[in-house]
């Protein structure tokens, strides 16, 4: 039964796959750069290891524990997880419940971050090249930590999934993965005061993090390696410890997902026309109203303003850290990245649409009605929150003399990103968590494909913002007043131009491949 | 000509998906203020065809006319004239009833005022004015079949085009709804609905095509074509498939 579980994981990965090639493309990059990541990291460890092993292994644990760490985090804050191999999907099967947590564990090695892991905690053991036995050992309890990785993971999502049926938890939630950030400024001055301190920590943190889930299995042979044999048991009886625990977790979640069914809440009624009410009677008001409601009810929506809060956190708690006209400059810049990064939420929007975009395209609605609908819904939502952003960080910059060139850099990107996501939605579609899905959920290769395109659309931003970017460079350093009005009216100049110029070529788009569009949905759904 | 007086006209619509031919060409003319059925077994590309005429699918070759105006060549025209129910898409769920009704009348432009006189005459005779203002996420699937109606009828098109419309609906809905085609074919309009249901096609339609495996096997008036018997018999008769009837031995208790 439990191999059953496994292969199937592996028929539904690959008919996934043969589905559309763009997911195929996606797993396959994803999985070359994880293999290159790996094998650097083969290369590095082993180095080390013969030539420093007393700081290789506290490395190899650190890294070992971080990545299981990520295991539980990751999963329920960021990326969700692939949702064919719910517990739920088996409630009809006369399957033991112990039987199918296995297999689903297990299950969970299929497919790229599944296996890379295993693989990359295998090779950390060669961290341990000088010493034979803790290699060894390595080599076994790395199985053991990746076994707590995917319970970690699974009975996360599961716990998650009951306490955030409302949303906003997750959004709120997300904020903590940026709070390790706020460290990094004050870690980096550490680093820098002495290098012998850092080697100090480092071994007093992979001490530490043996004691934890996370660590526990990866301390044994770090232990054994220094001769530590006394810690070596104590984290031997964690390990199993731990993993029992986890393990008694996932099937208890387990034990509760197959007998509850998926709940439906009925939501709260609508009154009168909502956002559709208050925009013009024409296609682009009706467009805009039903976007703009979309925003506000639709969780996945949400995902894209996640960052926001994290984001204005981070500039407050990094401000005040940093000294120095440079260093408030890139407090300044992190501003910049919130609106560059709400145009980019509408360009998956017919994806999200899913097959209900039909209704579009049987309505004989224009590209152009279409396209600015959803730009003007946007604008109401990220015009708002992109001026929050800009007042904060002038506040904090401290200099007057770059608000004009802040303003206009950040709606100029604003402007920028709006345009070229316009044009890559009517062009391109993605596979998306489907409409009332939980966010939680993502399809394979859809993590490498959306870095791809957050890649391809970032650098598209910079450059057709790069004239705005480099005057707003020059604005802060020199502090020119001069310099900062010219950002101002470069960035809103050059911004509107793109805005347009993406707006209609997304128009030309739409209204050339309509059906086109409509069947690269259907075949999402 | 021909085509002038025809509501739904298709000359040779072609659809292969790979080396699959999904639809092969044949001519089909939906008279105007005809009630027609188009039936077929699953799979046998009824969805195709109706999305090919719609405009949700870019045939492979050959045209469809919708009162003479040809979808794909004037596609916004076309579009203007035809209401359509699509079967297995999804609807914006997320807006209430009478936002959906309301967005779908707006997307084609129509004043406001009327948009809100015609959303609530249709909600009313749809039987859904007490659930107006609930999500459509929340409506069962005959409400959904039933919104979806509304949508496809709040800009008083010429033709409607109906995929499954009575599928999942309750016997009540389904009459209401059945009435409400009738008046519309009598007030001039013309339906061309797809079904599963013989019973009801014979009922309801005066017009049926038989279709199987892409193929026309039969087209005319509801008596032409069942030439005396019941349509469920002709159209077993044309389709094919029956089973030779034995069971499945085991399965007992």
Known sequence: MVAHLIRLRWALLVNGLRRSPWQLVGVILGGVYVAGLLVLAAAGLTALGVTAPAQAAPLAVIAGSLVVLGWAVVPVLLTGMDGSMEPQRFALYPIKHSTLATGLTLAGFVGVPGLATLLFLELSSLAYVRSLLALLINVVAAVGAALMAQLLARTGIAVAGMVATRRGVRESASVLVFLPLFFIGPLAGLVAANADALLQVAHTAAVMLGFTPFGSFLGIAAAVAQGKWLLAGAYTLLSAGYLTLAWWAHLACLRRAVVTPPRVVSSAAAKGLGWIGRFPATSWGAVAGRCLTYWFKDPRYAASLAMLPAMVVLILVLGPLTQGSAAHGSVVIIALVVPAVLGFSISADISYDSTAFSLHLLSGVRGMADRVGRAVALWCVALPLTVVVVIVASVLAGDPAWIPALIGTALGLLLCSTGLASAASARWTYAVPLPGESPFKTPPGAGARMAVTQLALFAGIIATALPTLVLFAITLFTSSVLFSWITLVVGLVLGAVVAVLGVRIGARWYDQRGPELMQAVELNA | ?253
């Not at chain 2, 105006?69 to 004239?81: E, M, R, T, Y």
């Not at chain 2, 609906?169 to 009598?186: C, E, F, K, M």
């Open chain 2, 1 to 253: 000509m021909q085509t002038q007086r025809d509501a739904v006209s298709l000359r040779g619509l072609v659809k292969r998906f790979g080396d699959k031919v999904a639809v092969s060409p044949f001519d089909l003319s939906v008279p105007a203020g005809s009630f027609y059925g188009l039936v077929g077994p699953n799979g046998a590309g009824k969805t195709t065809t109706l999305s090919m005429l719609t405009g949700l699918l870019r045939p492979d070759g050959g045209a469809a006319f919708v009162d003479g105006v040809d979808v794909w060549a004037q596609p916004q025209q076309a579009k203007s004239l035809l209401g359509v129910l699509a079967d297995g898409v999804r609807l914006f769920d997320r807006l209430s009833g009478l936002q959906l009704v309301t967005y779908a009348g707006r997307l084609r432009g129509m004043p406001a005022d009327e948009v809100a006189s015609r959303a609530n005459d249709l909600l009313r005779v749809m039987d859904l004015e007490a659930d107006a203002g609930k999500l459509v996420v929340d409506y069962s699937a005959g409400m959904r079949k039933k919104i979806g109606l509304a949508c496809a009828m709040i800009h008083a098109p010429h033709v409607l085009v109906l995929d499954e419309p009575f599928e999942a609906v309750d016997p009540v809905s389904a009459a209401n709804i059945r009435d409400i085609l009738t008046q519309y074919v009598s007030g001039g309009g013309t339906v061309l609905v797809s079904s599963h249901v013989m019973d009801l096609v014979q009922r309801m339609c005066s017009h049926v095509a038989i279709i199987s495996a892409g193929q026309l096997l039969a087209n005319g008036t509801v008596d032409e074509v069942r030439a005396g018997g019941s349509l469920e018999d002709r159209f077993v008769s044309l389709v094919g498939g029956r089973g030779t009837g034995e069971g499945l031995s085991w399965l007992h208790t």
